[in-house]
């Protein structure tokens, strides 16, 4: 069977522009190696273009079918691109004043979103599990890109040790499923284990596989290693990490769980309703306690990422619930990365003043820079919940999907859920007061004091804020923007 390469064209292009920017790197000296970053978004724009020209074209899919191009994988692909642009975007004069290796660091994060790319098209086992390594193997360096920091190495060690043995439990996973079914195939998989029925060693093989993807969504108890790689790396780094590679892991759990494992469901819809309300009180509760902006942010994603598992515990539910279930992770998934990535790029342009991150150097913002206070307000109620801003409907309809499951357990997910989001009102609330009301550090008198002059984003920096915020409030105000184009059960309405 001939390839088809215009179904593979925008990670050819991206993969391709990786290369470019580490080749064209070595001719460039020092003062010159801006041009790195404008190749690296000149080559987004370009895959982007080639993924435009693949919508409305009906499903494609090559390699005997292991790499797949539907509504699903296209709505992922462009989250993974519009996340790329702000990437690079917040990350030029960071990068530009932190290290000459730029070349290197474009071509990581490049690498890295090829992975994320075609993790969504993938149908079979191998292909999620390569797609995953290509995600995770870049994670690795980039999150200890800065190798003099002491706190960058540590991150990225653990990063590395957590991420090599949640690699282990999925691949002997997969090959226990491969031992059950003969096939890698999602759709035959599913097929063949329903044949098989309540086989104890299969269902153990079905959680080691989702083992490894709960390691990559940073769910708890997975989720340790996540505040100190945050923490440790640079921040464009912690923001691609805390967004994209997320959504990269849930792109794969929900072809695992929807896909390959239906007819377990009855197993791991109850887990996981564990799971998500474990990994909401971990985060919000240990968000409480938090100092820093970054692992703040860092417990913040944890607890969002908890938010974003209540719907697979809808997944034993009736059909037409799991296509709301799956819609809904959908939803949250787009919304979060508008709201999480622009408050990252105001971390940003703070973290280049004062590089310790401390949420004690917000105070007074709106005095000295009040278009960056009412962007890091939007982005902090966004993450809260409060309407008119995206981040209520991303709430709204995971809530939704909850109830219609139809069952007790579900309805207590719910109320958990609810009270989880007015525990992270308040340290978000927090956050946003002490911008407007609180004195700025150098009128407290403190040593390590914040410069008083108003801070202004680079036009790239700036740029991204802009967008962020845009996307933030347009879909608060039009959610219906998302509805239409998150498949309410692409891969799910056979199952």
């Keep these: 069977m001939p390839i088809d390469f215009h179904a593979i064209l925008p990670e050819l292009l991206l993969g391709g522009t990786a290369i470019l920017v580490l080749i064209v790197d070595l001719f460039l000296d020092d003062r010159a190696k801006v041009v790195d970053n404008y190749l690296a978004l000149a080559g987004t724009a370009a895959a982007a273009i080639a993924l435009a020209t693949l919508v409305g074209q009906g499903d494609r899919s090559t390699f005997g079918g292991s790499f797949v191009v539907d509504n699903y994988a296209l709505l992922f692909k462009g989250l ?43 149908r079979d086992l191998l292909m999620l599990f390569l797609s995953l390594e290509i995600v995770s193997a870049t994670g ?15 991150g990225a060690l653990k990063f590395l040790l957590i991420g090599v043995l949640s690699t282990a439990v999925m691949l002997f996973g997969m090959s226990l499923v491969y031992g059950f079914t ?28 989702i083992t ?30 805390s967004v994209a590679s997320k959504a990269a892991g849930f792109a794969g759990l929900l072809q695992v769980t ?23 009180l971990i985060g919000n509760v240990v968000a409480l306690a938090q ?13 969002q990422a908890g938010y974003m598992l209540v719907p697979f515990a809808a997944g034993s539910s009736s059909p037409d619930a799991r296509g709301q279930a799956f819609q809904a992770v959908l939803i949250y998934l ?57 981040g209520w409907y991303a709430k709204f309809v995971v809530f939704k999907a909850a109830i219609n499951g139809n069952h007790a357990s579900l309805f207590a997910l719910a109320v958990f859920m609810g009270v989880m989001t007015v525990v992270a009102l308040f340290y978000y ?44 409030v347009v879909l608060g105000i039009l959610p219906n923007l998302l509805v239409q184009y998150a498949p309410m059960s692409t891969l799910v309405a056979s199952r």
Excluded: C
Aim: glycine share 8%.
């Design 212 to 241: 490894g993807f709960a390691f990559k969504v940073s769910a708890a108890p997975f989720h340790f290693w996540a505040p100190d790689t945050y923490e440790g790396s640079p921040v464009p780094v912690a923001a691609y990490l």
């Design 80 to 122: 993974f691109l519009g996340s790329l642009v702000l990437v690079l975007l917040m990350s030029g004069r960071y990068i530009a004043q932190g290290t000459v290796y730029q070349g290197e660091f474009y071509f990581l994060v490049l690498s890295s979103f090829v992975g994320m790319m075609l993790m969504p098209s993938s």
């Design 258 to 280: 929807f896909v390959a494992f239906p007819s377990y469901s009855r197993y791991w819809a109850p887990a996981f309703a564990v799971l998500a309300a474990f990994t909401m």
């Design 334 to 390: 787009l919304i979060y990365a508008f709201t999480n990535l622009g408050a990252f790029a105001v971390v940003t342009l703070l973290s280049q003043r004062q590089p310790s991150n401390l949420i004690a150097d917000y105070a007074g913002l709106g005095r000295r820079s009040p278009a960056l206070a009412i962007a890091m307000s939007v982005f902090l109620l966004s993450l809260a919940g409060l309407p008119p801003l995206a």
């Design 429 to 472: 609330l927090t956050i946003a007061h002490s911008m407007w009301i609180g004195r700025p550090p150098e009128e407290a008198g403190e040593a390590e004091a914040a410069p008083a002059e108003r801070l202004t984003p680079s036009p790239s920096l700036g740029l991204a804020i802009g967008l962020a915020t845009a996307g933030v």
């Design 291 to 303: 100092t820093n902006m970054v692992r703040l942010l860092a417990y913040s994603s944890v607890a």
């Design 182 to 209: 003969g096939t890698l195939n999602l759709a035959q998989i599913a097929v063949r284990i329903q044949a098989i029925g309540n086989e104890p060693a299969a269902v153990m093989a079905m959680f080691l596989v």
């Design 140 to 154: 690795f360096i980039a999150a200890g890109f800065r190798k003099s920091d002491a706190r960058g190495n540590e």
